[in-house]
């Protein structure tokens, strides 16, 4: 079956820094991958997709990156804020529409 | 804006006792779905419907059922509660098509706990 891997349980990283959050995945050759954000006691909130093809995607301070051949996509906040402190999900999407979510990265932006 | 509401965000229920748990979403969206999310297991996927009246098992669907009679309602059903369902319950949508290419939109939760 299909496995996500999300690197770290938690990271730190000083403000003003680039956070580099990495996703494995094992068992599966997904057509997009997506992040999305998520806040202590609320539902996870859509980020950012990126679609086989494509190497990179951009948004604001936000970059994800996706290499099929590693099967491992990258997300990086950078100058990271205290604000960007959450847990990071990111999740395969499977032929069939439904998503596999890995158990996510919880990040925290020290002031 | 766009609109995902549950009914509870905290439920405490018996050993036993049947639970609904219901979702409403604003925005027309024909795809729904219902998650369990546990420490350390991530979102795991109970069932999804793709449009009213149709449903179809998510991972996870022993001891759940679920119910759409209108479009904008996905309601989750525990017909007998037990300690092991004791989680944080998320229900999303989507629009169709596009396969994978459109976003999730989240409710924000209800934490239950059986006891």
């Known amino acids: 079956s299909q496995k996500i891997e999300q690197n770290s349980e938690a990271l730190n990283i000083q403000e003003g820094k680039t956070a580099t959050l990495t996703c494995n995945y094992t068992n599966y050759s997904p057509a997009y991958l997506q992040w999305y954000r998520q806040d202590p006691g609320r539902g996870p909130v859509f980020l950012l997709l990126i679609r086989e093809n494509e190497k990179e995607k951009r948004k604001e301070r936000l970059k994800v990156t996706f290499d099929t051949t590693l099967k491992q996509s990258l997300f990086h906040i950078t100058a990271s804020q205290p604000a960007d402190s959450a847990t990071y999900l990111c999740a395969l999407v499977r032929g069939n529409e439904k998503l596999t979510f890995g158990t996510g990265t919880r990040l925290t932006i020290i002031p | 804006d766009v609109k995902v509401t549950q009914s509870s965000r905290y439920l405490v229920k018996r050993t036993g006792e049947k639970v609904f748990l219901e979702c409403v979403q604003d925005?027309?969206?024909?795809?729904m779905f219902w998650y369990r999310q546990d420490p350390g297991l991530g979102l795991r996927l109970i069932y999804f419907?793709?449009?009213?009246?149709?449903?179809e098992k998510g991972d996870i669907p022993e001891g759940y059922s679920v119910s759409r009679e209108k479009k904008e309602r996905f309601s989750l059903i525990l017909e007998s509660a037990s300690t092991n369902q004791t989680s944080m319950y998320l229900c999303a949508s989507r629009a169709p098509g596009l396969a994978g290419g459109r976003e999730q939109f989240f409710g924000p939760g209800t934490r239950l706990t059986v006891l």
């Open positions: 925005m027309d969206h024909e795809n």
């Open positions: 419907s793709y449009d009213v009246k149709m449903k």
